[in-house]
């Protein structure tokens, strides 16, 4: 079965770095595009970073432009997160999603808590 399992998040300081991880197995991945969305309390989920199978085409939402990167490691079944210059108002959990076969996976989410 297709899972998807989120790590790396945690508390760091405005201005601080983290690397999520998102592992998948029970599909192809090198054949599926991956993204990141995030969801902060009492909002809606929103599309954080998207890329393609390959790796070589790319989408970040306006509000993380230049500071985050995502990427893939196709052989190791596993799609990143690299998170820059931090900010209070990225604080929220982060998930990985991937479709299969038409049908929509998400992961557990990491917690990702942007405080002094």
């Known amino acids: 079965q297709v899972q998807l399992v989120e790590s790396g998040g945690g508390l760091v300081q405005p201005g601080g770095s983290l690397r999520l991880s998102c592992a998948a197995s029970?599909?192809?991945?090198?054949?599926?595009?991956m993204s990141w969305y995030r969801q902060a309390p009492g909002k809606q989920r929103e599309l954080v970073a998207r890329?393609?199978?390959?790796?070589?085409?790319?989408n970040y939402a306006d509000s993380v432009k230049g500071r985050f990167t995502i990427s893939r490691d196709n052989a190791k079944n596993t799609a990143y997160l690299h998170m820059n210059s931090l900010k209070p108002e990225d604080t929220a959990v982060y998930y990985c999603?991937?479709?299969?076969?038409?049908?929509?996976?998400w992961g557990q989410g990491t917690q990702v808590t942007v405080s002094s």
């Open positions: 029970g599909f192809t991945f090198r054949s599926n595009a």
């Open positions: 890329i393609s199978s390959d790796g070589g085409s790319t």
């Open positions: 999603k991937a479709v299969v076969s038409a049908r929509l996976y």
